[in-house]
Nanobody, 123 residues
């Protein structure tokens, strides 16, 4: 069964840090573009960060300088280190995979999704 499983979410005060993990299984994802998205209540799912299989990285402007995406292809893991968290970072964070390095901003181009992990940042 092909799946992505996120972990590491929780409740943190503004200015704090969290590290999200995404475990990939069922097939090799080493040549996929891996992305992180988030969805706040009542809002559309939005792009956070992505990393292609050849390690090109993109971030949403709102998280640049605070979030860092990384991956361990051998272990099938993708990480999102989140520092200096703000209340507006609150939401469900999803890990996703797609083939090819382009169209990385658009959720519909990703064909495998995790179940999400809740991140809540208190002010």
């Amino acid at each position: 069964q092909v799946q992505l499983v996120e972990s590491g979410g929780g409740l943190v005060e503004a200015g704090g840090s969290l590290r999200l993990s995404c475990a990939a299984s069922g097939r090799t994802f080493s040549r996929d573009t891996m992305g992180w998205f988030r969805q706040a209540p009542g809002k559309a799912r939005e792009f956070v960060a992505t990393m292609t299989w050849f390690d090109v990285i993109h971030y949403a402007d709102s998280v640049k300088g605070r979030f860092t995406i990384s991956r361990d292809k051998a272990k099938g893991m993708v990480y999102l280190q989140m520092n200096n968290l703000k209340p507006e970072d609150t939401g469900v964070y999803y890990c996703a995979a797609k083939s090819g390095p382009t169209e990385y901003l658009v959720p519909t181009y990703y064909n495998t999704w995790g179940q999400g992990t809740q991140v809540t940042v208190s002010s």
